[in-house]
C-alpha cells in the first residue's frame, strides 16, 4: 500500500494595515494608491484611464445611478451599475454632491452619445476597482 502524503498547509502571512490603506486610498482618489507606493507609471496609466473615462462619459451625457427610484426601474435593478459607479470613488460622491449626472435631463437624454456615456462611466469605476486591487497587491507584496 502506497502511503498518503498529507498536505502540510503553507503559513499564510497577514496582511499588513497599510496595504488595506493603500487599497481605500486607491478606491477613494483613483490613482492615489499607486502615487502612495511610488509607481509612477501605473498611477498615470491606471489612474488616469479611470479619470479619463469618467469626464468622457459626463461629457457624452452618461447617466449615473443610485437607489431613487426616479429613473424609471424598479430599485433592485439599480444597485448593480450602481456598485459600478461607486467605483469611482470621489469623482461619484462629488458628482452626487452636485447633481451632475444624476438627475433626469430631456437634453442629455436626447445626445446620440448617452448610452456611450452610461458605458464609459461604467467601466470608469470597475476599471478603478481593478486599479485598486492591483495596489492593494503591490502594498501587501503579493505582486512586484
Known amino acids: 500500500m502506497v502511503k498518503a502524503e498529507k498536505m502540510?498547509?503553507?503559513?499564510v502571512e497577514p496582511t499588513p494595515g497599510s496595504?488595506?490603506?493603500?487599497?481605500?486610498?486607491a478606491w477613494f482618489v483613483?490613482?492615489?494608491g499607486h502615487l502612495l507606493l511610488h509607481r509612477w507609471g501605473r498611477a498615470a496609466l491606471m489612474?488616469?484611464?479611470?479619470?479619463?473615462?469618467?469626464?468622457?462619459?459626463?461629457?457624452?451625457?452618461?447617466?449615473?445611478f443610485d437607489l431613487s427610484t426616479g429613473q424609471g426601474s424598479s430599485t433592485l435593478l439599480q444597485v448593480p451599475p450602481m456598485i459600478a459607479n461607486l467605483g469611482?470613488?470621489?469623482?461619484y460622491i462629488v458628482?452626487?454632491?452636485?447633481?451632475?449626472?444624476?438627475?433626469?435631463?430631456?437634453?442629455?437624454?436626447?445626445?446620440a452619445t448617452?448610452?456611450?456615456?452610461?458605458?464609459?462611466?461604467?467601466?470608469?469605476?470597475?476599471?478603478?476597482?481593478?486599479?485598486?486591487l492591483d495596489a492593494f497587491d503591490v502594498a501587501?507584496?503579493?505582486k512586484p
Not at 19 to 25: D, H, K, P, S, V
Open 47 to 64: 489612474g488616469g484611464a479611470v479619470w479619463l473615462s469618467f469626464f468622457l462619459g459626463l461629457t457624452m451625457g452618461g447617466h449615473m
Open 114 to 132: 448617452y448610452e456611450y456615456g452610461n458605458t464609459f462611466l461604467l467601466i470608469a469605476g470597475l476599471l478603478n476597482y481593478l486599479t485598486m
Open 88 to 91: 469611482t470613488g470621489i469623482l
Open 19 to 25: 496595504a488595506w490603506l493603500i487599497g481605500a486610498a
Open 8 to 11: 502540510q498547509a503553507e503559513p
Open 95 to 111: 458628482s452626487w454632491l452636485l447633481g451632475k449626472g444624476f438627475a433626469d435631463d430631456p437634453v442629455r437624454a436626447a445626445l
Open 30 to 32: 483613483p490613482g492615489a
Open 140 to 142: 501587501a507584496g503579493r
